[in-house]
């Protein structure tokens, strides 16, 4: 990652790489410990000084999320990377 890496999340401050990571151990592998992200190359886009690229999660439900106990149901979701 980018020295410069920065993840925006909804009611949550900005995170450096650091913070990222961090809320990745502790909050989505412990849930999801076979969690996979994968760039999604067809909807990448570049234009100017900015990259953008669909991502996609997915991985099993095996430990306590945000107060839901593990369910073990595959799960997806995605979101965008950009770099500017």
């Known amino acids: 990652m980018s020295p410069k890496h920065r993840l925006y999340l909804p009611s ?3 995170m450096d ?3 990222h990571k961090l809320l990745l151990s502790s909050v989505y592998y412990s849930a999801f410990p076979d969690l996979c992200a994968n760039i999604e190359d067809d909807m990448m886009r570049a ?3 900015m990259v953008s690229a669909r991502i996609r999660y997915t991985g099993t439900h095996k430990g306590k999320f945000q107060g839901i106990p593990a369910t ?3 799960i997806a979701f995605g979101g965008f990377l ?3």
Do not use: D
Request: net charge positive.
């Open 12 to 14: 949550i401050q900005p």
């Open 82 to 84: 950009s770099r500017i």
């Open 17 to 19: 790489w650091n913070g």
């Open 47 to 49: 234009g100017g000084n």
């Open 72 to 74: 073990g149901r595959k």
